[in-house]
Every structure is written in C-alpha cells, then in structure tokens.
C-alpha cells in the first residue's frame, strides 16, 4: 500500500491504517453497578428532557390554562429560560453517560434546589419535588461510588 508507513517497526496492517487506536489495553468489562449507572442516568435523562420540554412549552405558551410567558416577573422568565436550556444539555450529557454530563445535570439540580428554597416565588417547586430531586441525586451518588469501587 502507498503512502503508510510503518509506525514503530509494526508491519502495515492491509484494509486500516496502523495506530488507529490509542489505548494500550481494552477496556475492563462493565460490572453490574456500571451498568445500573448506566440505566439510572438514561432514565433520568429521559425525565430531565420532559423537563427541558415543559420549560420550552412554557416559553413557547403552548400550555393550555398557564399564564402567558410574558406576563411572568423577569426574575421567572430568567430562571425558565436557564433551566429549558441547562435540563436539555444536562439530559443529553447523561443519555451520553458522559462526565460533563454528570457534572451539569448536578449543576442543574443544585441549582433548582437552592432556587426553590431560596427564592420560591421564581421557582415554585413543591415539598415532594423537592424531596424527589435530593433523592435521586443521592441514588446518583451512591451508584456512583458503588460502580467506581468495584472497578477497583
């Protein structure tokens, strides 16, 4: 073959190019807390994009019996508008079970609790949903802890 050159005396494999792949080993094989990870964040990021989508219908005034956008404090439509746009990246960071997914859906929960305890006339999130966040943010933790210390 033209134009492939050999790469640290390894001979030139025929139909792929050589050191097309930079991991030294494979990687291990998926425990059973992985893969419950794994479950825990596509689940969760299929109900943080319904969240994502409510936020955007209530941008978009397309629920019926809801105050119209515009006539919410601009306090509200602040926090409406971040969280339509966090909860849809933070719902496809997860799908991807990616880190900066992790990361920014943690962001997204963190910050709509301090939001909602803080300040809950910008975000009225009631007792149960509260509670609902909190929990599933510490199943994430624990599962996470869990998959990383039986890949130990």
């Known amino acids: 073959?033209?134009?492939?050159?050999?790469?640290r005396g390894k001979p030139a494999r025929s139909g792929g190019l050589l050191g097309d792949r930079i991991e030294r080993h494979a990687a291990p094989p998926s425990s059973t807390w992985d893969i419950v990870?794994?479950?825990f964040m596509r689940l969760t990021a299929l109900a943080w994009l319904v969240k994502s989508v409510y936020a955007w219908?209530?941008?978009?005034d397309v629920?019926?019996?809801v105050r119209p956008f515009e006539g919410?404090?601009?306090?509200?439509?602040?926090?409406?508008?971040?969280?339509?746009?966090v909860d849809a990246a933070a719902a496809s960071g997860l799908w991807l079970t990616s880190a900066w997914g992790g990361v920014l859906w943690l962001l997204a929960v963190t910050s709509a609790l301090t939001l909602a305890l803080l300040t809950p006339q910008l975000v009225p999130i009631s007792t149960p949903f509260l509670i609902a966040g909190a929990s599933v943010m510490a199943i994430y933790f624990v599962l996470s802890w869990l998959a990383a210390?039986?890949?130990?």
């Open 1 to 7: 073959m033209r134009g492939l050159i050999p790469l």
């Open 37 to 39: 990870l794994v479950w």
């Open 57 to 60: 219908a209530t941008i978009l």
């Open 63 to 65: 629920l019926p019996g």
């Open 72 to 85: 919410e404090p601009f306090g509200r439509q602040a926090a409406i508008v971040y969280f339509a746009v």
């Open 149 to 152: 210390r039986e890949g130990r």
